[in-house]
Nanobody, 124 residues
Framework: QVQLTESGGGLVQAGGSLRLSCAAS????????MGWFRQAPGKEREFVAT????????YYADSVKGRFTISRDNAKNTVYLQMNSLKPEDTAIYYC?????????????????WGQGTQVTVSS
């Protein structure tokens, strides 16, 4: 098991940027596939991005491709989500997730470790 703590959320104007961080406990962070998901008000949680243990493979939801970048620093036990050109429809609670795996994973049910979430609000 790994404990995850997100940070970096906040209020930003449309077109702005934010960088989310997710700090993980434990000494085996590099053995985990990491993912970011989000849940907007009244909607189901949806996939945003995922990265494998070595950063050699990443996947993005079509809605964020070209605007968001997922990265990780295994020495710091941290995964990041750089969000640029933010839109009001990006407003959501953003969750970090982890799965003991070597490959990226895009389905919510494939993850068994979750953070508490961080709120991102984009104003128009």
């Amino acid at each position: 098991q790994v404990q995850l703590t997100e940070s970096g959320g906040g209020l930003v104007q449309a077109g702005g940027s934010l960088r989310l961080s997710c700090a993980a406990s434990g000494r085996t962070f590099s053995s985990y596939t990491m993912g970011w998901f989000r849940q907007a008000p009244g909607k189901e949680r949806e996939f945003v991005a995922t990265i494998n243990w070595s950063s050699s493979s990443t996947y993005y939801a079509d809605s964020v491709k070209g605007r968001f970048t997922i990265s990780r620093d295994n020495a710091k036990n941290t995964v990041y989500l750089q969000m640029n050109s933010l839109k009001p429809e990006d407003t959501a609670i953003y969750y970090c997730a982890a799965k003991w795996s070597t490959v990226p994973r895009r389905r919510e049910d494939q993850y068994d470790n979750w953070g508490q979430g961080t709120q991102v609000t984009v104003s128009s």
